[in-house]
C-alpha cells in the first residue's frame, strides 16, 4: 500500500494508522508484517513532510506492532519468554506480590529484626 499526503498531514497519518489498525484486527496480521507497514508509512510521511511523525502517532504505531505482547494475559509470560512486556496491570500485579524492599535492608536472612531500634519500635515490641 502506497500511502499519500497532502495538506493535513497530521490527521492524514492518524487516518492510515487507524485503517492498520482495522486491517490487523480483522486479517490477524502478523508482527513482521505490521512492522513493514508502519515503516513505509513512517518513510512516507517523512518524504512528503519533511519531518518525523509526532510523538503520539509513533506511540500508536509501537502499540500496533506490540499488539500480541501486550494482548498476552499469562500471568507466567516471564517464565516462558526471556524479556517480555508486562501490562500496567501486570506490573500492578507483580509488584503486589513482591516483598517491600525495605524488608531487605531490615530481616536478616535468620529472621531476626535489624532495624535501628527507636521509640516507636519498642513500643511494637513490648
Do not use: C
Request: charged content about 35%; aromatic content about 8%; hydrophobic content about 25%.
Amino acid at each position: 500500500m502506497t500511502y499519500t499526503f497532502t495538506n493535513n498531514y497530521n490527521e492524514e497519518l492518524a487516518q492510515y494508522i487507524d485503517e492498520l489498525f482495522s486491517k490487523d484486527k480483522s486479517d490477524k496480521l502478523l508482527r513482521q508484517e505490521r512492522l513493514d507497514a508502519s515503516d513505509r508509512l513512517i518513510e512516507s510521511y517523512v518524504k512528503h513532510t519533511g519531518s518525523r511523525p509526532p510523538s503520539a502517532q509513533l506511540g500508536r504505531l509501537a502499540t500496533l506492532i506490540l499488539r500480541d505482547e501486550l494482548a498476552d494475559k499469562n500471568e507466567h509470560k516471564i517464565r516462558h519468554n526471556e524479556r517480555p512486556i508486562m501490562s500496567n496491570r501486570q506490573v500492578g500485579r507483580r509488584q503486589d506480590n513482591e516483598m517491600p524492599s525495605v524488608w531487605y535492608r531490615e530481616i536478616g536472612v535468620d529472621g531476626g529484626n535489624y532495624r535501628e531500634p527507636t521509640r516507636e519500635n519498642l513500643r511494637k515490641l513490648r
